[in-house]
């Protein structure tokens, strides 16, 4: 039997770090948050892009966790968000600051539902998008990315999931994303997606 792999994630994003540990469930990769990121320097996600981003942290968090003696460990980092072609892919990258720091999930997707008043049909079309990195010791090791594509609702619907999922609809399901339940999404969605790619990487390695 091979020896588990123990992969941090870059964040303290309790929802992400659910999606993920979950995500690895059964296979030998093993999901935790990297200890005490909120007291290291932060990384400011200031990038035009998803990959830049998920990459530029990847590396930060896996300089900071190294040592002379330990090259640290084996470390990842996300961005992901709401892509609407029709608003000039808008959120995008700003997908958790859209409504300024500190703003909840709500107040996002309220001034989401605000800008999109009024567009109908193709111009609601939306995607969620993913880009993971893997780092150590200051190099990248691999970049993943994946996508899901839906329309967007005029009200939120559901109680599950965070961010923009209660007004994102997926037609194959005829739910929006917080309708359905985190096994579900976790077969469907971007970050799933995305992470499969991952372990499926890391699996071929000794």
């Known amino acids: 039997m091979r020896a588990p792999v123990n992969l941090l994630l870059a964040s303290s994003n309790r929802g992400k770090l659910a999606e993920y540990a979950e995500l690895a469930a059964g296979s030998r990769v093993v999901v935790a948050s990297l200890a005490g990121i909120d007291a290291l320097p932060q990384f400011d ?4 892009t998803f990959a830049e981003n998920a990459a530029g942290k990847a590396l930060h968090y896996s300089r900071l966790s190294q040592s002379p003696h330990d090259p640290g460990p084996l470390l990842f980092a996300d961005d992901s968000g709401l ?9 995008g990258v700003q997908s958790s600051r859209y ?9 996002r997707v309220a001034k989401l539902l605000r800008e999109m008043d009024g567009r109908r049909g ?4 939306a995607r969620f998008v993913c880009v993971l990195a893997l780092a150590r010791a200051g190099r990248t090791v691999a970049v993943f990315s994946a996508a899901m594509e839906g329309t967007l609702l005029d009200s939120p619907r559901g109680a599950n999931g965070f961010g923009y999922d209660p ?6 399901l005829g739910k929006t994303t917080a309708e359905i339940s985190r096994a579900e999404k976790n077969q469907i969605s971007h970050r799933g997606r995305a992470f499969r790619k991952l372990l499926a990487f890391l699996d071929r390695r000794p």
């Open 83 to 91: 892509v609407v072609p029709a608003w000039g892919g808008a959120p």
């Open 122 to 125: 193709e111009e609601r079309r």
């Open 45 to 48: 996600e200031d990038a035009p």
């Open 99 to 107: 409504a300024g720091h500190g703003a909840s999930d709500s107040e």
């Open 167 to 172: 007004i994102f609809f997926y037609p194959p």
